[in-house]
C-alpha cells in the first residue's frame, strides 16, 4: 500500500525495496534500506519529503556515502539517495550552480573543462556536493564554505528554502544543516577564470599527496575523528599504541592512524567498536576526547 503510493509521488526516480546499503556505502558495511530512492528532482524529492512527514515515515538522506557508517540492521522506512540529482550550470560572473548528487570528483573535471579555479583543494574527497556542504567539508588548507555563495534546500514540511554563506553557520566540519532536518538540493560556488594547466597541475598534486598518505586501497571512511583542538587525531592515535588495531575486520589503517579500514568483511558493529577502544586508549593516555566525524545512520 505504502509501496504503490509512492511509485505515484514520483515521475523518473528509480525505487529499490530491501536494497543491501553496502554498495551505497564506503566502508561497504551495513545492511538494507527498506524503500530506497533514487531521486531525480527536485519535485520528487519535495513529494517524498511531504509524504514521509504526513505518513509518519522515517526518512534518511544518503550522498556519496563517503562519511557514514550505515548500521548492521540497515534503514528504516524511505531513505532518499542523490546521485541522481546531477546538474551543473555556469550562471553569471564565474558562479557555478550544482545540485547535491554531483561528487566533488565530477565537479572538479567539469571545472577543468572549463577553465575555472577555487575548488582545486576538494578535488579529492571522495562526496557528494550535498554531504561536502553538509559536513562543511575541506582539506589543504580550503574549505567549502569558503567557496560557496548560497545553499538551497526543502525543509521537513516540503518548502524550498534559500540560505546565505552566513545563514549556514559553517564551522570546523559542521554546518547548520546538521542541526535540522533540511536536505541540500543545490549549491552555488564562487568561481574564478584560471588556466586550465594550471588547475590540472594543481589537482594532479594533490593527488598524489593523498595517494602518499591515504589507505585509498581499502574500503573507509576517511578520517574517523574531528581534529581535537591543538593535536592531530592520527599522531594521538598512534602514540596511543592503538595503529594496527584489529576490531573483527576493521583495523586502525597502518598508513594513517586516523583513518579505519575495511581489511576483512568489516560490520558497523566492529567499527564501532573499534572506535569505542581508540576512543578510551586516546582518552586514559593523553586525557583527550576525540569526537567522531563519521556520521553513525539506521536502526
Ligand atoms: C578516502 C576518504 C578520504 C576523505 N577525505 C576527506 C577530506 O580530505 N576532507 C573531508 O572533509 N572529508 C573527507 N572524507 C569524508 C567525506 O568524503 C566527506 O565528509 C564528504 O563531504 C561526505 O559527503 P557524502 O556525499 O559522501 O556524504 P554521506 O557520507 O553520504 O553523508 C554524510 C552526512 O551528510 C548527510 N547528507 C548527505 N547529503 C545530504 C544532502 N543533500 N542534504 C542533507 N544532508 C546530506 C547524510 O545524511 C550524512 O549525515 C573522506 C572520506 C574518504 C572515504
Redesign the pocket.
Known sequence: MINEKIEKLVTNSEIKYNEPLKNYS?TKTGGSSDILIFIKSICDLANIIKFAKEEHIQL?????????LISDKGIRGITVI?SKLNKIEILDDYIVSCE?GVTLHELTQFLINNSLSNLEFAC?????V???I??N???YGGEVKDVVIKVE?IDKDGNIKLYSNDDMHFSY?HSI?QENS????KVYFQLKPENKQTIIDKVLELNKLRAEK?P?EYP????VFKRPEGYFAGKLIQDAGCQGLIVGGAQVSTKHAG?MVNINNATCDDYKKLIKLVQQNVFEKFNVELER?V?I?GE
Do not use: H, W
Open positions: 564506503y534518511t538522506i544518503l550522498g556519496n556515502g563517503s562519511n557514514v542523490t547535491a579529492g574527497i571522495p562526496g557528494s550535498g554531504g561536502a553538509y559536513m567539508a575541506g582539506a534546500t566540519r544543516i533540511d536536505i541540500i538540493t591515504q585509498l573507509s571512511c576517511g578520517s583513518f566525524e556520521k545512520i
